[in-house]
């Protein structure tokens, strides 16, 4: 995280047990800030119709922009941070409510129907009292939540020191080439050691942690609309065909079809 980055302050509206009240939301811009890590008893969908959040969850790092939403079930740790100017639009679900959605955190491709429903619900004037219009929007918000399926977009992180600075590396160079035999060199062990250190702690190999993190950078600068070719270059690819081929392998689409589906 950014140490210049000011502390944003958690709202409330996490906090608020009531079942009269389904589903609560806000919006606002945030700018170079971050909220520090916390848990509230409401589940919570964080999106942005603009601008780049990261959020840590578990040892696991989300980015949400404006092609994806993030889920988050009650009373789980969690850290935000926003880049610059984000519009932020976020919901919050009461405990009564949460039975039939999921019970772990992920990001999800976000379809324009959820978004419409989460505007009209953050555009209710009362939160005291819910008409039985609102009530059946929030009946179909849930349902359309309960729908809901990962992306392959997440990157786990580490406590681990040893391979938490090789991490970290990684993430300051995101079109690094290096091999993993640079990187146990100058972090003192064997590539045998590093290799099983990712995938003991990380779940994954390194070439597969490093994929990883190249979507998830690719991603975020798809929804800051940034052109294919130079997201290609800029993360390390000598062409962009090898760029598009990388993504669609993994994600089952080309960078255009992504954001042409998130736009629908």
Same mark, same amino acid.
């Given at each position: $995280?950014?140490?210049?980055?000011?502390?944003?302050?958690?709202?409330? /509206?996490?906090?608020?047990?009531?079942?009269?009240?389904?589903?609560?939301?806000?919006?606002?811009?945030?700018?170079?800030?971050?909220?520090?890590?916390?848990?509230?008893?409401?589940?919570?969908? +964080?999106? &942005?119709? *603009?601008?780049?959040?990261?959020?840590?969850?578990?040892?696991?790092?989300?980015?949400?922009?404006?092609?994806?939403?993030?889920?988050?079930?009650?009373?789980? %740790?969690?850290?935000?941070?926003?880049?610059?100017?984000?519009?932020?639009?976020?919901?919050? +679900?009461?405990?009564?409510?949460? &039975?039939?959605?999921?019970?772990?955190?992920? *990001?999800?491709?976000?379809?324009? /129907?959820?978004?419409?429903?989460?505007?009209?619900?953050?555009?209710?004037? *009362?939160?005291?009292?819910?008409?039985?219009?609102?009530?059946?929007?929030?009946?179909?918000?849930?349902?359309?939540? &309960?729908?809901?399926?990962?992306?392959?977009?997440?990157?786990?992180?580490?406590?681990?020191?040893?391979?938490?600075?090789?991490?970290?590396?990684?993430?300051?160079?995101?079109?690094?080439?290096?091999? +993993?035999?640079?990187?146990?060199?100058?972090?003192?062990?064997?590539?045998?050691?590093?290799?099983?250190?990712?995938?003991?702690?990380?779940?994954?190999?390194?070439?597969?942690?490093?994929?990883?993190?190249?979507?998830? %950078?690719?991603?975020?600068?798809?929804?800051?609309?940034?052109?294919?070719?130079? +997201?290609? /270059?800029?993360?390390?690819?000598?062409?962009?065909?090898?760029?598009?081929? $990388?993504?669609?392998?993994?994600?089952?689409?080309?960078?255009?079809?992504?954001?042409?589906? *998130?736009?629908?």
């Amino acid at each position: $995280m950014n140490n210049d980055n000011q502390t944003y302050k958690v709202v409330d /509206f996490g906090f608020q047990i009531n079942s009269a009240l389904p589903v609560t939301g806000y919006t606002e811009t945030v700018t170079n800030a971050v909220c520090l890590s916390h848990s509230h008893p409401r589940a919570q969908l +964080i999106y &942005a119709t *603009s601008g780049v959040m990261n959020v840590v969850v578990d040892n696991q790092i989300w980015v949400v922009n404006p092609l994806q939403g993030l889920w988050i079930p009650g009373n789980t %740790e969690h850290q935000v941070s926003f880049q610059k100017d984000v519009k932020l639009y976020s919901v919050f +679900i009461d405990p009564a409510f949460t &039975a039939d959605l999921p019970t772990v955190s992920f *990001s999800f491709d976000i379809s324009v /129907f959820l978004k419409q429903l989460l505007f009209k619900i953050i555009s209710f004037e *009362s939160i005291d009292v819910i008409t039985p219009s609102q009530k059946r929007i929030m009946d179909v918000f849930l349902d359309e939540m &309960a729908l809901i399926e990962p992306s392959a977009t997440f990157l786990p992180t580490t406590n681990h020191l040893r391979l938490k600075n090789v991490v970290q590396l990684l993430l300051n160079d995101v079109a690094s080439r290096y091999t +993993i035999d640079y990187y146990a060199e100058i972090s003192s062990m064997s590539s045998r050691t590093l290799s099983r250190l990712f995938i003991r702690e990380l779940g994954m190999n390194f070439s597969d942690w490093r994929i990883r993190l190249k979507l998830l %950078e690719a991603i975020k600068r798809l929804g800051e609309k940034q052109s294919v070719k130079e +997201i290609a /270059f800029d993360l390390g690819y000598e062409t962009t065909s090898a760029f598009i081929f $990388m993504f669609k392998k993994h994600l089952g689409k080309t960078p255009s079809t992504y954001i042409l589906e *998130s736009n629908e």
